[in-house]
């Protein structure tokens, strides 16, 4: 292969990876807003504490940031959950529209927290695959980023189990399409409310601890990855699960592209520009709609 | 009100002061209005009847420019208006008045007419305009009060004074008097009455029939979306169709 | 027009509870004779009063959250720096020398005055949550291009020169950055009373109330709040340029991101949205609170911002001053 050719699969693979990572994060802040019309604006921060549990427990008992996934996880949703049943419930009638503020303040406890925790110097873990490498046809592909991938893929093919096999999932889809209805089938749509934050949540940090291997842990992390995750999510449609994960692997791709062709000090811009973009031409997203299909 | 008159030209029987040509509404696959046109001239009242459900506050709302009528024509003195957004309507001497009473309650009733009193008018002049206005409707005593301790009769009032503060030659007036007891109902036909007499053209939605029938010119009466019949009062009131169309439901 | 009519006149339009300013100025205005020592608090504070009551006018008023405003204070504090200067943009502009900072200041305006317009237009047309989440887009692209376009000094940020006198007073002595900072806090308070009794101001309400009502009355909702942008923006940046004199010396990490914006947000949205006075309130608590809980918290102290306004959500959906006023009191008929 030329070079030119090599650096753009690079590329691509590179943004594909990554992409993978942001169709995590925007799968789980579109599952929120699907079935609840929140906009979650700590996400981001959920993340960040996804970051940090792995790197506590890395610290303290030396244990893998993988095998930390099985208890961050848990910790995730039961942390969503809460959020949910004792914060937002609370909000009423008033849930859609002041979910912005009470996110973003649930956000600023989450970050400034951290910060009292474990202090603002960014730390990183130091794991022999972190700087691991193989070579496929020739492009070079970072262990931890590829872990990350497939990490993504089992979550939401796990989270597609749930929703589409499982009593829960069809009550939770039942509560995304038509709320009202759900709950005189019986559903109790306020504990469903509670589980599918707890999922988003979940999602959000496991993504955090994917992440940790291959970045700097610092308590306001979360903040571009909440802006991220909008990205995605609007690039997708709110709402739109499918939508969510091709959102993460443009976004992804965009940004490597973007990255290594024009320039790496705007690597966060590109993202933001299609996204006005989306936002200005296409508000329901690239996919049509904006259906409550999740 | 003296600027409705002046319009009052010579050529108003060439041109009619407000038409709708052929007007269509469809919502996703549903005709909410089928083909319906009327003709206004400067003092003339047209009632706009039908059985609930039968497209009087979509066609009131394609008129007005909330709707964009799928198809057909919305004249105003000849020009064409069919896509211009209410605000644009307004200033060309269109208002409207809403089935919901909604005056913004955080505002003090004069405070509420000054809204629509700055659309042709600023300080001062605007507020003497807000005045004359809550004179004229019989509310100027309420004028420091907060728009939300009004009473319903005081509410459809403080809607008309709203609409009349924005010097309008056209009026859409849906429901103003349904609900009202019968004293309040007298005053609100007197007011109508009057400002017809000033030269707007009224098109006004309305439930009670002995109302309608007294004050209309002319009337439209709508059903499923169609033109069920028209003509004056007395030859609708007695139509068949309408007498038919109102049988089940005329508890109103 | 009958008596009646006359005598219910001034009490039917106000310019809102105009005591309770004439109050909070006043405090202001003794501050310094005070508090002589801790004239660096005074300035802050009153400063971020002014951005709360800045911010207002399009968060409040016009009720768009925006979550960028750091981008306009920015713009302000940038600007009128770059032009005193002598080697920045005077040369790249062909000026013989340095702009004194009033001119700059004036500049600054204007050209968030035109940012506003433009971000406004394109993004007015979007709904609720997706207006605040443009305006942290575009903050954020505005951010990344200072730090990698070397007008603006870069990550390192400026230091602002040596500038000329104003009125023989030294623009750098903290007594008169007080009274710079004051007086954009007056003028704040003054813009919106005067919005309060205003075409603009009646026109926002109406909107913020019933948008389809106020367009049944002739009133265009993009186009007012189009306007209250630009003023909110102009104030911002003057703001901005006030804020670039009392620092001297400021770098994008501290002027242009996200946490300064959500700050200045809170503040106004924790001290009462629908009050004139709302905004000052909010940001002199969180002021107080930031400095007594300065030791507990260090870095952190954002963490008093979440809560509170976690509290404000569930509790107090109208602010702190929303607790103090009866219902139906709001911006409209409180005097």
């Known amino acids: 292969m030329d070079p030119n050719t090599l650096a753009l699969f690079q590329t691509l693979a590179q943004g594909l990876l990554t992409g993978g990572i942001y169709a995590l994060i925007g799968t789980g802040l579109s599952l929120i807003f699907g079935v609840m019309r929140v906009i979650n604006f700590a996400h981001g921060d959920f993340l960040a504490v996804g970051m940090f549990i792995a790197l506590f427990l890395f610290q303290r008992f030396h244990l893998d940031p993988y095998l930390s996934l099985l208890i961050a996880a848990p910790l995730g949703f039961g942390l969503g959950y809460l959020v949910q049943r004792f914060l937002l419930a609370r909000l009423g009638d008033r849930l859609e529209s002041s979910s912005l503020l009470a996110t973003l303040g649930l956000g600023l406890i989450l970050s400034n927290g951290l910060l009292l925790g474990f202090g603002a110097q960014p730390q990183s873990i130091n794991v022999a695959y972190a700087t691991q490498t193989f070579k496929l046809g020739g492009v070079q592909i970072s262990l931890p980023l590829l872990v990350a991938g497939l990490g993504t893929l089992l979550a939401i093919g796990l989270l597609n189990l749930f929703l589409y096999r499982t009593e829960l999932g069809r009550a939770v889809r039942a509560t995304a399409q038509n709320p009202l209805g759900a709950e005189l089938q019986g559903v109790n749509t306020t504990w469903v409310q509670a589980v599918v934050f707890g999922l988003g949540v979940a999602f959000a940090v496991v993504a955090g601890v994917l992440l940790l291997p291959l970045l700097y842990a610092f308590p306001t992390v979360g903040e571009n990855y909440t802006l991220k995750a909008f990205v995605v999510t609007v690039l ?17 791709i965009i940004e490597s592209l973007g990255a290594y062709y024009l320039s790496n000090n705007y690597r966060d811009a590109y993202g933001l520009v299609v996204f006005l973009a989306v936002l200005l031409l296409r508000p329901e997203g690239l996919f049509g709609r904006t259906v409550k299909r999740v | 009100m003296t600027a409705p008159t002046a319009h009052s030209g010579s050529a108003q029987s060439a041109t009619p002061l407000f038409e709708a040509q052929n007007v269509s509404v469809t919502f996703g696959g549903l005709k909410a209005v089928q083909n319906i046109s009327l003709t206004l001239r400067p003092g003339e009242i047209l009632g706009l009847i039908g059985p609930n459900g ?9 008129l007005t420019g909330f709707v964009t009528p799928s198809s057909g024509r919305v004249l105003l003195s000849g020009r064409d208006i069919t896509r211009l ?53 019989g509310l100027s005593d309420r004028a420091a009060q907060p728009a939300a301790e009004l009473n319903l009769a005081r509410r459809r009032r403080l809607e ?30 007197g007011l109508i009455r009057e400002l017809a007499d000033s030269g707007l053209g009224i098109v006004m939605v309305e439930h009670i029939m002995h109302v309608i029938m007294g004050l209309s010119n002319h009337i439209i009466c709508m059903a499923f979306g169609e033109l069920l019949a028209e003509g004056d009062p007395l030859t609708v009131a007695n139509h068949p169709d309408v007498i038919r169309a109102y049988l089940g439901e005329d508890d109103d | ?10 009490r039917a339009l106000t310019y809102g509870n105009v005591w309770l300013s004439a109050v909070l100025l006043g405090v202001m205005a003794l501050y310094p004779f005070v508090f002589g020592k801790s004239l660096n608090f005074g300035v802050s504070t009153l400063l971020l009063a002014g951005f709360a009551m800045s911010w207002n006018i399009l968060g409040g008023w016009a009720g768009q959250l925006s979550l960028g405003h750091a981008a306009l204070l920015g713009i302000g504090a940038y600007t009128v720096t770059l032009f005193a200067i002598p080697e920045r943009a005077p040369a790249w502009l062909g000026l013989a020398g340095p702009v004194a900072p009033w001119w700059g200041a004036l500049i600054g305006m204007a050209l968030a005055a035109l940012l506003a317009l ?6 007015f047309g979007l709904r609720g949550s997706y207006f605040t989440l443009s305006s942290i887009a575009v903050a954020l692209i505005i951010r990344l291009v200072v730090i990698n ?15 000329p006198k104003l009125f023989g007073l030294d623009l750098f002595d903290r007594h008169v950055e007080y009274g710079l900072a004051f007086t954009f806090v007056a003028l704040t308070l003054l813009v919106t009373h005067l919005l309060r009794r205003s075409r603009l101001g009646y026109a926002l309400q109406a909107v913020r109330e019933d948008e389809d009502g106020a367009r049944a009355l002739g009133i265009d909702p993009t186009r007012m709040k189009l306007a209250a942008f ?11 340029s006030i804020y670039a004199i009392y620092l001297q010396a400021f770098e994008p990490h501290t002027l242009l991101e996200l946490p300064l914006s959500v700050q200045i947000a809170l503040m106004a949205i924790i001290g009462g949205r629908s009050s004139i006075q709302g905004p000052i309130l909010g940001a002199l608590l969180l002021a107080v609170f930031g400095e007594v809980f300065r030791n507990v918290f260090a870095n952190a102290n954002l963490l008093i911002y979440g809560v509170l306004i976690l509290a404000v959500t569930l509790f107090a959906p109208d602010g702190l001053s929303g607790l103090f006023k009866r219902r139906g009191s709001k911006l409209g008929t409180n005097r």
Do not use: C
């Open chain 3, 149 to 163: 376009e070397d007008f603006g000094g870069g990550a390192e940020g400026l230091f602002m020169p040596d500038l």
């Open chain 1, 236 to 252: 997708g449609g709110l709402g739109n699960l499918p939508g969510a994960i091709v959102g993460g692997l443009i976004l992804g």
């Open chain 3, 1 to 10: 027009m009958t008596a009646a009519a006359v005598t219910s006149r001034p």
């Open chain 2, 85 to 137: 957004q209410p605000q644009a309507r307004a200033r060309l001497g269109m208002a409207r008045t809403f089935q919901v009473e909604r005056p913004f309650e955080d505002l003090s009733v004069l405070e509420n007419v000054l809204v629509a009193a700055f659309l042709h008018h600023s300080g001062k002049k605007a507020e003497d305009k807000a005045y004359a206005v809550l004179e004229r409707v």
């Open chain 2, 160 to 189: 008309l004074a709203k609409v009349l503060a924005l010097e309008p030659r056209v009026l859409f007036l849906d429901e103003s008097i349904a609900g009202l007891n019968p004293p309040a109902q007298a005053e609100m036909v």
């Open chain 3, 230 to 240: 630009v003023l909110s923006a102009v104030l911002t940046a003057l703001g901005g």
């Open chain 3, 118 to 123: 433009v971000w406004g237009r394109l993004t």
């Open chain 2, 54 to 62: 039968a497209g009087k506050t979509t066609l009131f709302n394609a």
